[in-house]
């Protein structure tokens, strides 16, 4: 081989080795990416939350129970293991509301003391009988309420009498009036509510395994109520 070409051969080693970085040095780095930035607004962004409804707004007049949209269910503590929820599968109710004056409204409901419904046949028997509601003798739960308060929009209360294997005892509700407005598919104006309360079931006679099993039942009810819809003015 001739001295020209290992000249040229040691020449492009040499080269090389200059422009491959060492080991232990870290490649330059490259400039980023600019990046665009929202501008900022000072504040995060909530997102618009609907209005409370007005309770005033609702029509005044009779509402009856709407049997598909219409929930009472309960649920107590059981030795401590779990808060079962049970339901009534049967019970009636009438509302007359009187958007004017609130106070002068009234609500009254009827419950067929044999529904209760656990999902569980053999503990509904044994909810029927004497041990528990005394569905024999007392076939019928029945609340007549006393006085109807807003304490602000849409929100309330409700109390009543609540009267349970012939015993009576004033109960209250926390109630919340949701939405009145004429609905079109059950061709009538609606309103709905929730209501929610704590009773001792050892108040009205109704206290087997009591404190074993929890005494306070907690009531919820979601229903649905309907009256005819209003004519248009002519």
């Known amino acids: 081989m001739s001295?020209?070409?290992?000249?040229?051969?040691?020449a492009g080693?040499?080269?090389?080795?200059?422009?491959?970085p060492k080991a232990d040095e870290a490649p330059a780095s490259q400039p980023a990416a600019a990046v665009e930035e929202a501008p900022s607004t000072g504040a995060a962004e909530s997102p618009s939350l609907p209005?409370?409804?007005?309770?005033?707004?609702?029509?005044?007049?009779?509402?009856?129970?709407?049997?598909?949209?219409a929930y009472i269910t309960f649920s107590y503590d059981h030795q401590g293991y779990?808060?079962?929820?049970?339901r009534w599968r049967s019970w009636t109710g009438e509302l007359n509301w009187n958007p004017a004056s609130p106070d002068q409204s009234s609500i009254v409901v009827d419950i067929d003391a044999a529904s209760a419904d656990?999902?569980?046949?053999?503990?509904?028997?044994?909810?029927?009988?004497?041990?528990?509601?005394?569905?024999?003798?007392?076939?019928?739960?029945?609340?007549?309420?006393?006085?109807?308060?807003?304490?602000?929009?849409?929100?309330?209360?409700?109390?009543?009498?609540?009267?349970?294997?012939?015993?009576?005892?004033?109960v209250t509700l926390d109630v919340t009036i949701n939405k009145a407005a004429s609905d079109d598919?059950?061709?009538a104006y609606k309103l709905g509510f929730s209501a929610k309360g704590v009773v001792k079931r050892s108040d009205f006679g109704v206290d087997k395994y009591v404190p074993f099993v929890g005494d306070d039942v907690t009531v919820v009810i979601e229903a649905e109520f309907v009256m005819p819809r209003p004519e248009s003015p002519q």
């Open 13 to 20: 080693v040499a080269l090389a080795s200059c422009g491959k």
């Open 185 to 187: 598919f059950a061709k």
């Open 51 to 69: 209005a409370a409804f007005d309770a005033s707004a609702a029509i005044a007049g009779v509402y009856k129970t709407d049997p598909r949209h």
């Open 118 to 170: 656990s999902g569980v046949a053999e503990f509904d028997d044994h909810l029927r009988s004497a041990d528990f509601f005394d569905a024999a003798n007392h076939p019928k739960i029945s609340f007549r309420s006393t006085s109807v308060a807003l304490t602000g929009g849409a929100a309330g209360t409700v109390t009543g009498d609540l009267t349970i294997k012939g015993v009576t005892r004033p």
């Open 3 to 10: 001295a020209r070409i290992l000249l040229t051969l040691a």
């Open 82 to 86: 779990s808060k079962p929820w049970l």
